[in-house]
Structure formats: structure tokens, C-alpha cells
């Protein structure tokens, strides 16, 4: 099984809005790494952002699931802006470093070199993780899901996850959610 992955960052210091509170990502990780062993994934495609992906892609390599990245603009700039501007305990910026370290020496980093100011970049970003994820299963003769690390509900204007989402399934990819707030797993097809 292949998955492309998306769902939220983890929320910002001073927020009132339970999004992705950081005592949740010790139980986040934990249910992304036994939806991963449950689905038999081998390939796992996701961008890098502090909270869900940075999780995800540490279960995955951790149990040897091959990861890809896929980021929206350079490296430095994605760290800057994505990463290490929330803080919340973990230290993000090590974590992202040495997984997109570890995609780059193994030729499965993608930079798309978008303009960091297109409001719509990060909805490309899905789509080019969602168009990988269907290229590396075929190739491989594999089935392909879409994961996404939320609580099933859209912000006001423009969600990134909710958006993935979407297009996950106008592609017909099975969609299951993993709990942010919740413990529970549930499929969202």
C-alpha cells in the first residue's frame, strides 16, 4: 500500500483553538505508526511541516517505510516558514532536517519551486503529493489510500487539509482520518 498524507501543524503558541495541541503528539505518532502497520504501507508520500507530516514521516522510517517529500518551495524557506515557527516542544527543526536529509540522499525530495508568496501553493503542494502517490503505485503494482491527521473539520476560508481531502477522493483514494483530538480512526470515504 502506498499513502499520501496530510493534516495539520501543530497549533501555535498562544491559540485558543484546540487544533493540534502538542500534549497530542506522542498519541498522534502513535496512531499514524499503527495505521501504517495495519495498511501494510511500504511508501509513504507527505510534505514537512511541524505536527502530522513531521510525525508521520519519523512512524514511517522508523518501522522502514519508504518516505517521500514533497515541498512547495526551497528548503530553507519551507524550514523558516513551516517548521520551526511554532515550537511546541519538539524539536521540529532536528526532525526536519534529518528526514528531508535522508529523502535528499535517497532522490525522494521533490521542491516545486513555487512562488512562496502563492496563496494557493500549498493546494499544488497536495496535488503533487496525491499525483505521486499514484505514480509510485503503479509502478510498484500497489493499491494507494490517502491519510489525513484531523478531526474532520474545515477552518473558515482556505484548509489545506480539507482541501487534500477532496481531492483524495475526486481521485476515488480510499480516505481515512486519524484523530487529532480523538483517539478514534475512522474511514471518511
Known sequence: ????LAGRRIQAAGTHAA????AQTDRVKRAIAQRL?????TGLI???SCGADLLALQAACEAGVL???VLPYSVPVFRERSVVDRGGGL???EI????????NEHGQLIVLDLNPADPGAFQKTNTAILDRAEAIASAANAKVEALAVWDGKADDGIDVTSHFVD?????RFPVKRIGILTSGQSDAT
Open 1 to 4: 500500500m502506498i499513502a499520501a
Open 167 to 171: 481531492e483524495a477522493k475526486a481521485r
Open 96 to 103: 526536519f532536517d534529518a528526514v528531508v536529509g535522508r529523502a
Open 19 to 22: 487544533r493540534f495541541p502538542y
Open 67 to 69: 518516505c517521500w517529500i
Open 46 to 48: 507527505c510534505s514537512a
Open 91 to 93: 524539536p521540529w527543526g
Open 37 to 41: 502497520r495495519e495498511d501494510h504501507v
